[in-house]
């Protein structure tokens, strides 16, 4: 009969504390422990260390979020501390940035009561004056009142008229931006459509993201409207934030804005991400622009509201996603007729084929597969045209490509960044 003297559970347990609370933490306990407390340093090394953090069902920087807010809850305030700077100084796979670790306590304020996520602030601020410099971090002032919902972002309007609606997503890294990126919505959309995107590149990038005139909270001013109107929108708004040149996302109309924006204002462009868009129609979908206006001014936008959402989004997601899709309807249900329509005959009018050759930044063009109002035919073109284009296409995705496969587009985004 053979025997092993190594005990795994402890040899696990003792690996996952190292990796978790860091070697310097683990070899003070270990030195220190003795005849009355080695059985305890046994106990939770093989128990909570392997049992628990030792599990691969859920990530270990989860593991850290759960302790933090249950020893929170408990007042648990010397294990908090443990736990938080180790969580501060862990390794790149399971390390809280001090934005995740403000996450957590916030949290902890509703569930777990706001005193006790007052004291846990109280304990957090004075391990980052501790930690800070090693890590990166430096706090400064900010009044309550100038803060923001990092999941929205600071919300303003333009000084300049017609007014437009406007969000900043500041970088919740707390750094410098690596780049400001603008989001461009589509046609009886609004800002909102972006969230998803916005909160994803606002981890390091500062974003900017608004409501076209004729679109929620902007301006109606009288139309029609041209391409070159919006796009001189985008510019002052871009000026009054004293943006220089940015990345512009923009889909479906919102693309077709940067393009125009890029030629009338190059100094504002950095790079182009053109979804779901085109830089030109034919007679006939110019003809059918000229419908979709008279029915609205008849019938108003519920006249032509099953029509989009069919062109917006593909059968199946339609079935999938009911709740989405009714909130696209209802988005397009309380866009103002008269700047809907409006907005209709500048995107009827978009016309930059041939002055695109002229855009000399890297852009990226995004077809989605199924997209029958701007087809992936439409999406070659645009690209053929651009000096330093690439062309993606989304498979199972149409016209509202960012929505139906947000992965996939927010991939395709990601990587298109890294690489200008």
Not at 97 to 105: G, M, N, R, S
Not at 403 to 410: D, G, H, L, M, T
């Amino acid at each position: 009969m053979s025997y092993d003297p190594i005990d795994h559970d402890f040899e696990r347990g003792l690996h996952n504390r190292r990796a978790i609370l860091g070697d310097a933490w683990v070899e003070r306990s270990l030195n220190n422990a003795n005849n009355f407390n080695a059985d305890f340093q046994n106990l939770i090394t093989r128990f909570a260390w392997n049992e628990i953090w030792g599990r691969p069902g859920l990530e270990q920087k989860t593991r850290r979020a759960i302790v933090l807010s249950i020893t929170i809850a408990l007042g648990r305030w010397e294990e908090f501390d443990l736990h938080v700077r180790a969580a501060l100084l862990g390794e790149d796979s399971n390390r809280l940035t001090p934005d995740e670790l403000k996450e957590v306590l916030i949290q902890s304020a509703i569930y777990a009561g706001v005193p006790a996520a007052n004291t846990a602030f109280t304990h957090a601020l004075a391990i980052l004056r501790e930690v800070g410099p090693q890590i990166g971090y430096e706090l400064s002032p900010l009044a309550p009142a100038a803060t923001a919902h990092s999941g929205i972002g600071r919300e303003g309007r333009t000084n300049s008229l017609p007014y437009l609606h406007y969000s900043v997503r500041e970088p919740r890294n707390g750094k410098t931006p690596r780049r400001t990126v603008v989001l461009s919505h589509a046609l009886g959309c609004d800002l909102t459509m972006w969230d998803q995107l916005a909160n994803l590149l606002s981890e390091d990038s500062r974003v900017i993201a608004y409501d076209h005139r004729g679109h929620g909270g902007s301006d109606a001013p009288t139309g029609p409207y041209s391409m070159a109107d919006l796009a001189d929108d985008a510019a002052r708004l871009l000026r009054e934030l004293d943006t220089g040149p940015v990345t512009w996302i923009g889909l479906s109309m919102g693309g077709m804005v940067g393009q125009e924006l890029a030629l009338r204002h190059p100094s504002l462009v950095a790079a182009l991400v053109l979804a779901n868009t085109t830089s030109s129609y034919p007679a006939a979908a110019q003809a059918m622009w000229e419908q979709r206006i008279a029915t609205v001014r008849e019938g108003g936008l519920a006249a032509i509201a099953d029509a989009v959402m069919g062109r917006y989004f593909h059968d199946g997601f339609r079935a999938g996603s009911v709740a989405t899709v009714e909130r696209f309807r209802r988005r397009l249900l309380t866009t103002g007729p008269e700047g809907y329509v409006a907005c209709c005959a500048a995107v009827a009018g978009v016309n930059t084929t041939a002055r695109l050759p002229g855009i000399n930044v890297p852009a990226l063009v995004i077809a989605g597969e199924l997209d029958a109002g701007t087809p992936p035919a439409m999406a070659e073109e645009l690209a053929r045209h651009l000096p330093r284009a690439e062309l993606r296409v989304i498979p199972q995705a149409s016209h509202i490509s960012a929505i139906e496969q947000p992965a996939a587009f927010a991939a395709l985004v990601r990587e298109f960044l890294a690489s200008v």
